[in-house]
């Protein structure tokens, strides 16, 4: 192991508290149909999640490859992030609006676990934002594969165990998860990922 563990485990835990429409169905389907159908729909969601890693990794070997593009990619990582935190921002305010409703699926958990998947690779913003984070971790993990896949399991592994804490206190966290609650919440993560983006740039620069 070439990295620091603390990093990959930062970013999954982060990850998990960026509020978009599968934040939103994840909690209510916790609220509605308990811990177990929660946790199915999550694992659609993390499927589709290795499936964006996939394609990103295999989609930027090349400049993976060139040591000089190291500088170069936390400028472009730097950038992505910046402009994803400054649009969640900007639309902050609209997505405790814009809590997507779920199907009842009585107990069928595959549906579910479907249902996580498509809802989460239909979402262009989710493969952007992976991008931005394998450029960034990319000087971090390395060109190594084994590096690059220990990393991600380790983001991975911190998301779902943020997301199964998430689901179990989702009944405790019901009426916080409205009003200035909901908006504090974006606003901070938005803010992370705007400051982030920033010192990438500066250390690439």
């Not at 730097?78 to 609209?94: A, D, H, P, Q």
């Not at 960034?136 to 990393?151: A, D």
């Not at 908006?183 to 690439?204: D, H, Q, R, Y």
Request: glycine content about 10%.
């Amino acid at each position: 192991m070439d990295f620091n563990v603390l990093t990959p485990i930062t970013i999954g835990f982060f990850t998990a508290f960026i509020m978009g429409p599968v934040f939103w169905v994840l909690l209510e389907t916790s609220i509605t149909k308990g811990f177990r159908a929660a946790v199915a729909f999550d694992l659609g969601v993390m499927f589709a999640d290795v499936c964006f890693i996939a394609i990103c990794y295999f989609g930027s070997m090349q400049l993976l490859e060139v040591e000089q593009n190291k500088q170069g990619l936390f400028v472009l990582g730097g950038t992505i992030l910046l402009i994803y935190g400054v649009f969640s921002w900007i639309n902050r305010n609209k997505k405790n609006k814009e809590q997507p409703e779920i199907q009842e699926f009585k107990e069928n958990y595959f549906g579910l676990a479907a249902k996580g998947f498509f809802l989460n690779i239909l979402n262009v913003g989710v493969f952007i934002f992976w991008g931005g984070v394998l450029i960034v971790s990319s000087p971090t993990s390395g060109k190594s594969f084994t590096n690059f896949s220990l990393f991600f399991a380790i983001v991975l592994l911190s998301y779902f165990l943020t997301d199964l804490l998430k689901i179990s206190v989702a009944h405790r966290f019901k009426s916080f998860l409205t009003g200035k609650g909901i908006l504090f919440v974006n606003s901070l993560i938005s803010l992370i990922l705007i400051v982030s983006g920033v010192v990438l740039i500066i250390k690439g620069s």
